[in-house]
């Protein structure tokens, strides 16, 4: 059975510390990975990554996959409050549609 | 405009009730998606449209619904809910339907409680 897991489950950072997420998935026939942001409702679209060993950036926000190894990493550098959401890593596969992870739930403090 | 709309924003109904989720975008996407998420768990597909036509139904009971009634808009009707239904529903839309290559944008959600 496909599977996407995300670490780590929660994390409490203080405003300008750099974080890292991680997201492992066991897949067959692998299409695509996306980060998305969820604040309060509605997840927000970060990265769709599709080629290995290629670093996608949007400001304070980078992600890189690695195929090899099964895994992708969400960077945030400089984080602010704003930051603090629950991040969610999806995978693309076989079954044509996404399956997302569990999340890591990001609480910046002042 | 990039938004995709959810109404209504909560719902509380009982079992025997009858009611509908709505949800609009204006983006000329062609795919709408229902997602169901229970709190501190990922969303969870339910069903996919393509160009108005029913694609994916992920073995969803019948007492959800869905309706398309063109490429702009997506309802949920729900009918005999039991409380396990009782979720986050999420619309959302792509620009096509490649499955997982596309780029899903969300709405807010329907936050509905069954009593």
């Known amino acids: ?51 290995s060993g290629i670093e996608k950036k949007s400001g304070r926000l980078s992600s890189i996959l690695d195929k090899k190894e099964l895994f ?18 999806a995978y693309g596969g076989a079954t044509n549609k996404l399956i997302f992870g569990t999340g890591t739930l990001l609480a910046v403090q002042p | ?50 160009y108005e036509k029913l694609s994916i139904n992920e073995s969803v009971p019948s007492r959800f619904s869905p309706e398309c009634p063109n490429s702009s808009l997506l309802n949920l009707h729900l009918h005999a809910l039991q409380p396990e239904d009782s979720a986050l529903y999420l619309c959302a839309s792509s620009q096509g339907y490649r499955g997982a290559n596309e780029k899903l944008f969300f709405g807010s959600g329907t936050q509905l409680s069954v009593l």
């Not at chain 1, 997201?23 to 692998?30: A, M």
């Open chain 1, 72 to 89: 992708s990493i969400l960077n945030i550098t400089a984080t602010q409050t704003g930051d603090s959401a629950i991040y969610l890593c």
């Open chain 2, 1 to 50: 405009d990039t938004e995709v709309t959810q109404t209504p924003k909560h719902l509380v109904m009982g079992m025997t009730n009858k009611k509908s989720l709505k949800c609009e975008q204006h983006m000329g996407h062609r795919a709408m998606y229902w997602y169901k998420q229970k709190a501190k768990k990922p969303p969870e597909l339910m069903f996919v449209y393509s």
């Open chain 1, 1 to 51: 059975e496909d599977k996407v897991v995300q670490s780590p489950l929660s994390l409490v950072v203080h405003e300008g510390d750099t974080v890292t997420l991680n997201c492992s998935y066991e897949v067959t026939n692998f299409r695509s990975l996306l980060w998305y942001k969820q604040e309060k409702k509605a997840p927000t679209f970060l990265f769709m990554l599709t080629s």
